[in-house]
């Protein structure tokens, strides 16, 4: 069985891509400014792919005319093959497609992404804050063709009294909440598929996804992918991707485990984040996932980076690995495609 791996990756700090980011965002952003930022947590979920997963035969790295800075180098150091490390720009994701562009569109690039060129049939998608954090094998992704799904049963708005009274009271007051937040977008995608008491709430970890799958629920909606691209920011009334063909694959028997053991580091503010560290350091947990590193006091921020260093040292190369350490190189990270530099 093939199976291929896709990140979505931005690096906000990129002065072109901010510049564009400010010049559409008119009304008030979408979220936090914080998902654009990158800490070069792509080199670490690149290299645990590379260390614990490797029957993954391509890397597809989704990007808008961008290029993480020393890419070249896993190739170039043997740690990859010549074409194990692809990217994939989103003119070729929308091609055909009425998306905005430039997109800054989490829920459209993730919409678009199974029009991979070339994409094997079973993939697993990450984010670029997602790592494997220990050995991998098909079977944890899939099995018998199927995709191991992972994750919480939980009631939809719907199904909750006491949440449509408080919905209720704020749209009265002229308050309603308009936040694009995960949880709603994955609720969005199981309604979509009939499921309108209860859905799959994931974790955050890699998802196991067929292109079947979502081309087959996409055409029992016609216009769907086409709406969905056409927002340039996130919107509430967009599915999760993900949530969409997770619940096709429930509709036609696949079950649900629960949730895999994760680290969840976000911003570094939490108690546990000595022994957060730790269970990367150890491997622990076979998942971490890293929000808000931006954010790190500058000694937590070493100490991660250094954890994670020694972690994936033999699957980094020296130049990424010197990178990671510095914090100053941050915001010089990415080139644009084509070779006009954005930073240096």
């Known amino acids: ?29 979408d979220g936090d400014e914080t998902r654009f930022v990158q800490s ?35 190739a170039a150091s043997g740690l990859s093959a010549p074409d194990g490390i692809e990217v994939v720009d989103h003119d070729v994701i929308f091609n055909g497609l009425p998306a905005a562009r430039p997109n800054f569109n989490t829920r459209a690039i993730e919409g678009a992404m199974h029009r991979i060129p070339g994409l094997s049939p079973s993939f ?23 995709p191991v799904l992972r994750g919480e049963m ?13 919905s209720a009271l704020k749209r009265a007051v002229g308050r309603p909440d308009t936040r694009p937040s995960h949880l709603v977008s994955q ?8 499921f309108e008491r209860t859905f799959l709430r994931v974790p955050h970890v890699p998802h196991p996804l067929r292109v079947p799958t979502i081309e087959e629920a996409l055409a029992a909606h016609p ?27 429930m ?28 269970r990367i350091a150890d491997g622990a947990a076979p998942y971490a996932c890293l929000q808000g590193v931006e954010g790190l006091a500058p000694e937590r921020r070493r100490d991660l980076m250094e954890t994670l260093v020694k972690r994936f040292a033999s699957h980094l190369p020296n130049r990424i690995r010197e990178r990671l350490l510095d914090p100053d190189q941050d915001a010089r990270s990415s080139c644009h495609i084509g070779g006009k530099m954005a930073s240096s």
């Not at 609720?187 to 009939?194: D, F, Q, S, T, Y």
């Not at 216009?223 to 063909?245: H, I, N």
């Open 187 to 194: 609720e969005v995608g199981a309604r979509l598929m009939g």
């Open 223 to 249: 216009g769907l992918l086409d709406a969905q691209v056409w927002f340039r920011f996130r919107d509430r009334a967009q599915y999760s991707a993900v949530s969409l063909a997770n619940h096709a694959e």
């Open 1 to 29: 069985m093939t199976i291929d791996a896709v990140i979505a990756w931005v690096d906000g700090a990129d002065p072109v891509h901010r510049a564009a980011r400010a010049e559409y965002a008119q009304a008030p952003a």
């Open 154 to 166: 939980i009631k939809t708005r719907a199904a909750r009294p006491l949440f449509r009274a408080k």
């Open 40 to 74: 070069g947590e792509i080199y670490v979920a690149i290299a645990s792919i590379l260390k614990f997963a490797p029957f993954i035969r391509r890397i597809f790295l989704v990007t808008d005319n961008q290029v993480p800075a020393d890419l070249e180098l896993f």
């Open 251 to 278: 509709a036609q028997g696949v079950p649900v485990l629960p949730s895999p053991d994760l680290v969840y580091l976000r911003d570094g503010r939490d108690s546990s984040f000595a022994d957060d560290l730790a």
């Open 124 to 146: 697993v998608y990450f984010n670029d804050d997602m790592f494997l954090n220990s050995t991998a094998t098909p079977g944890d992704f899939f099995q018998g063709g199927l």
